[in-house]
């Protein structure tokens, strides 16, 4: 494989090798959080914030970590900036952290920031880690806000709280509920891979 | 609460994996086979069960007196780490044949996001001891049920001509959503 350059590492989150729509990963926030475009776009930043900070100090220790507890060290490290965001959370945002509830928390397993840890900022050094924790962060919180965008709009007939449909559109509730998401996120991992096959073709 | 509320509650009407979208990974991941499905199900319930069970004791015996809430992620996760490591190396001293079925699929529960759902819902609702185990039974029992039921749609999706856009993970998606507009008609169950 070429050696990426400093700007690649960063794109590659965004579509090549987007953790939710390409890898399948962090699958259960993306599912249950995004009821509203609000929540999506909280969620998403959270956890671009664990993945960013956590990625810094993984990458600065990656030569003082044995091997054989590489995982434990890990996990403590996100563990630990996990609940600093969600103390944030629920001090300056306390309706947000209300709705997204133990999904804060749960971003401590999220597939994405174990993922990235092992896969690259325990290999790369701190700016490159930085910035491919930055891109694939971005491209988590980018893909959150359009599935929660196409179901705030559909379900309840408003984005970001404002009412976009005129008032004369009868909400698809199923939209906000749980079948809604498994719907709405097969439909768009779909059209990624429309997309994917025409770019290729 | 009634005991019988909450195993009913966790595992048809909170279904985890369908109406509390914790767990998807395997559920997406192991569903292929209806036999690892059932594996896998069994050592996430097993795990299910024993980490409810410990991390109801360390919230009430060493985080609660000593005032360490907030230490309780760190401290659920590497409980729920140490747990499966326990659990592996327990079940390959006393039954070898029960470690090569379930083999591979016991390390990857440590990652899997309904454990630690469990136990933070756990605290979350106040449930007591013998609540807490109830429910952590519950839980796994409707995990194993939709693995098995999405492997067992899966098998017979082989055959299927899917539109090349859908193939994979689209399609499991879709199938994913028909399944918990069935299991949203167990809500009058209660």
Same mark, same amino acid.
């Given at each position: 494989m070429k050696e990426k350059t400093a700007i690649q590492e960063f794109v590659k989150g965004l579509w090549d090798e987007n953790p939710v729509l390409v890898s399948l990963l962090g699958l259960c926030p993306t599912l249950a959080v995004t009821v509203s475009a609000i929540n999506g776009l909280a969620m998403g930043l959270a956890a671009t914030f664990v993945l960013v900070c956590s990625a810094f100090l993984v990458s600065l220790l990656r030569k003082a970590i044995p091997n054989q507890v590489r995982i434990a060290a890990y996990i403590v490290i996100i563990?630990?900036?996990?609940?600093?965001?969600?103390?944030?959370?629920?001090?300056?945002?306390?309706?947000?952290?209300?709705?997204?509830?133990?999904?804060?928390?749960?971003?401590?397993?999220?597939?994405?920031?174990?993922?990235?840890?092992?896969?690259?900022a325990s290999k790369n050094g701190i700016g490159r880690s930085l910035l491919d924790a930055l891109g694939?962060?971005?491209?988590?919180?980018?893909?959150?806000?359009?599935?929660?965008?196409?179901?705030?709009?559909?379900?309840?007939?408003t984005w970001f709280g404002m009412d976009v449909m005129w008032g004369s559109f009868?909400?698809?509730?199923?939209?906000?509920?749980?079948?809604?998401?498994?719907?709405?996120?097969g439909c768009l991992i779909a059209g990624a891979n429309w997309i994917n096959n025409r770019r290729k073709a | 609460m009634n005991l019988l509320v909450i195993f #009913?509650?966790?595992?048809?009407?909170?279904?985890?994996?369908?109406? &509390?979208?914790?767990?998807?990974?395997?559920?997406?991941?192991?569903?292929?086979?209806?036999?690892?499905?059932?594996?896998?199900?069994?050592?996430? +319930?097993?795990?299910?069960?024993?980490?409810?069970?410990? +991390?109801?004791?360390?919230?009430?015996?060493?985080?609660?007196?000593?005032?360490?809430?907030?230490?309780?992620?760190?401290?659920?996760?590497?409980?729920?780490?140490?747990?499966? &490591?326990?659990?592996?190396?327990?079940?390959?001293?006393?039954?070898?044949?029960?470690?090569?079925?379930?083999?591979?699929?016991?390390?990857?529960?440590? +990652?899997?996001?309904? #454990?630690?759902?469990?136990?933070?819902?756990?605290?979350?609702?106040?449930?007591?001891?013998? &609540? +807490?185990?109830?429910y952590g039974l519950g839980a796994g029992i409707g995990f194993t049920l939709a693995l098995v039921i999405m492997a067992g749609i899966r098998e017979e999706l082989e055959l299927v001509d899917i539109p090349r856009s859908f193939q994979g993970a689209a399609i499991t998606m879709i199938i994913a959503g028909s399944l918990a507009l069935a299991f949203m008609g167990f809500a009058g169950l209660i």
């Amino acid at each position: 494989m070429k050696e990426k350059t400093a700007i690649q590492e960063f794109v590659k989150g965004l579509w090549d090798e987007n953790p939710v729509l390409v890898s399948l990963l962090g699958l259960c926030p993306t599912l249950a959080v995004t009821v509203s475009a609000i929540n999506g776009l909280a969620m998403g930043l959270a956890a671009t914030f664990v993945l960013v900070c956590s990625a810094f100090l993984v990458s600065l220790l990656r030569k003082a970590i044995p091997n054989q507890v590489r995982i434990a060290a890990y996990i403590v490290i996100i563990a630990t900036f996990v609940t600093i965001a969600d103390r944030f959370l629920a001090a300056f945002t306390p309706d947000i952290s209300k709705a997204l509830g133990p999904f804060i928390p749960l971003i401590i397993v999220n597939c994405i920031i174990l993922g990235r840890m092992e896969a690259f900022a325990s290999k790369n050094g701190i700016g490159r880690s930085l910035l491919d924790a930055l891109g694939m962060g971005l491209g988590f919180t980018m893909t959150l806000l359009v599935l929660s965008s196409i179901r705030e709009i559909l379900g309840s007939g408003t984005w970001f709280g404002m009412d976009v449909m005129w008032g004369s559109f009868s909400p698809w509730s199923v939209m906000i509920l749980p079948p809604g998401a498994f719907l709405a996120l097969g439909c768009l991992i779909a059209g990624a891979n429309w997309i994917n096959n025409r770019r290729k073709a | 609460m009634n005991l019988l509320v909450i195993f #009913i509650g966790a595992a048809l009407i909170n279904n985890f994996v369908l109406s &509390q979208f914790l767990g998807i990974c395997p559920f997406v991941g192991v569903s292929k086979k209806v036999d690892s499905a059932f594996s896998m199900g069994m050592a996430t +319930t097993f795990v299910m069960v024993i980490a409810a069970m410990v +991390t109801w004791l360390v919230y009430h015996f060493i985080l609660l007196p000593f005032k360490l809430e907030i230490l309780e992620y760190v401290a659920f996760i590497l409980i729920i780490a140490s747990l499966v &490591q326990l659990v592996e190396m327990f079940i390959r001293k006393v039954s070898k044949p029960l470690y090569d079925a379930l083999g591979i699929f016991l390390p990857l529960i440590t +990652t899997n996001c309904a #454990i630690l759902g469990l136990a933070l819902n756990a605290v979350l609702n106040e449930y007591s001891f013998s &609540q +807490t185990l109830v429910y952590g039974l519950g839980a796994g029992i409707g995990f194993t049920l939709a693995l098995v039921i999405m492997a067992g749609i899966r098998e017979e999706l082989e055959l299927v001509d899917i539109p090349r856009s859908f193939q994979g993970a689209a399609i499991t998606m879709i199938i994913a959503g028909s399944l918990a507009l069935a299991f949203m008609g167990f809500a009058g169950l209660i």
